[in-house]
């Protein structure tokens, strides 16, 4: 029987959950062992102070290494691009929604300087650009901890991750899904990623629930991410669609306060995502993007 990793938020359930079903959906039986990670422990403190990503992720990956779990389901744009040595990403299995969502009503008639609540720097700087009224919140916590903030008033509004809300059965409390041209998603954003040894009975289970297609669009979109140097603690955004065989990426690089935004679209063959990332990046890089993620980041 296989191991499967996955945080213990009613979000990281559901997902190891759905991936579990869809294995034994394969006649392959597993089981799901909860992992506290350092990020679960302190999750109210801002993603600045705890470390950045991997602070949801390296007890897991720890637990692939020892031999305790099998495979680790995580949502992708957690990630980081840069994996452990030994580990792998051995699927991507179809992708949900990837956008943004606010939940307290539309953006457009939320009234001016109300409390609107993300932890997202990406998210922040696009808020801002679109309505520099508003009161932009730090906002902390798993998603039913987020939309009770709201309920008791503490904000008048707060973004998601569409996927989360609708996944968890809350498509309903949805009061607009932005599209990516009005604000441009993170990397990865909707998918899951299935994290393995390279070899062995986790990855070779994995395998049978990756879809190229949905691979194709995050391997672009975190080519792009790794490229600029960037994770979360930067307002970094992008987005990949297939169309017939031919892919494209959206990036966007935003300075914090919303001043500012650079944003490129280009396309590509689709079976070589990662120089298509790659490429867009050093566009956004030509174009300022290093001077507004304030980094020294200057590739030839």
């Known amino acids: 029987m296989l191991v499967i990793g996955s945080r213990g938020s009613q979000l990281a359930l559901w997902q190891a959950n ?5 294995l034994e959906g394969r006649g392959v039986e597993s089981r799901i062992e909860i992992i506290h990670t350092k990020g679960d422990k302190i999750l109210d403190s801002p993603l600045s102070k705890l470390g ?23 949502s992708l744009k ?20 990837p956008l943004d969502a606010i939940v307290g009503g539309k953006l457009r008639d939320i009234p001016r300087g109300a409390r609107v609540g993300t932890s997202s ?18 906002i902390r916590g798993n998603i039913d901890t987020r939309i009770n903030k709201v309920e008791k008033g503490e904000y008048e509004a707060i973004v998601l991750a569409a996927a989360g809300l609708k996944r968890l059965g809350w498509q309903d409390i949805i009061s607009e899904v932005f599209r990516a041209d009005k604000m441009l ?26 879809d190229p297609w949905s691979r194709f669009c995050v391997t672009a979109e975190r080519a792009l991410l790794e490229e600029l140097g960037g994770g979360c603690q930067v307002p970094i955004g992008a987005y990949s669609t297939v169309e017939n065989t031919e892919l494209f990426l959206t ?33 956004l890089l030509k174009r300022g993007a290093a001077r507004l993620l304030g980094t020294d980041v200057g590739h030839a």
């Open 52 to 74: 950045g990503k991997g602070v949801f992720t390296r007890e897991i990956e720890d637990a692939l290494l020892d031999g305790r779990i099998d495979l680790a389901v995580h």
């Open 78 to 97: 957690d990630l980081p691009t840069e994996m452990p040595k030994g580990l792998t990403v051995a699927a991507v299995p179809q992708r949900a929604d």
């Open 18 to 22: 759905y991936i579990k079903d869809r």
């Open 185 to 210: 998603p993170a990397a990865g954003q909707g998918a899951l990623g299935i994290e393995t040894l390279l070899s062995g009975p986790g990855h070779d289970a994995a395998a049978q629930l990756d």
């Open 121 to 138: 720097l990406r998210r922040i700087a696009q808020l801002r650009r679109m309505r520099p009224d508003l009161e932009i919140k730090d």
């Open 251 to 283: 990036g966007g690089v935003f300075a914090p306060d919303g001043s500012e935004m650079i944003r490129f679209t280009a396309a590509g063959d689709c079976t070589k995502p990662m120089e298509l990332g790659r490429s867009v990046a050093q566009v």
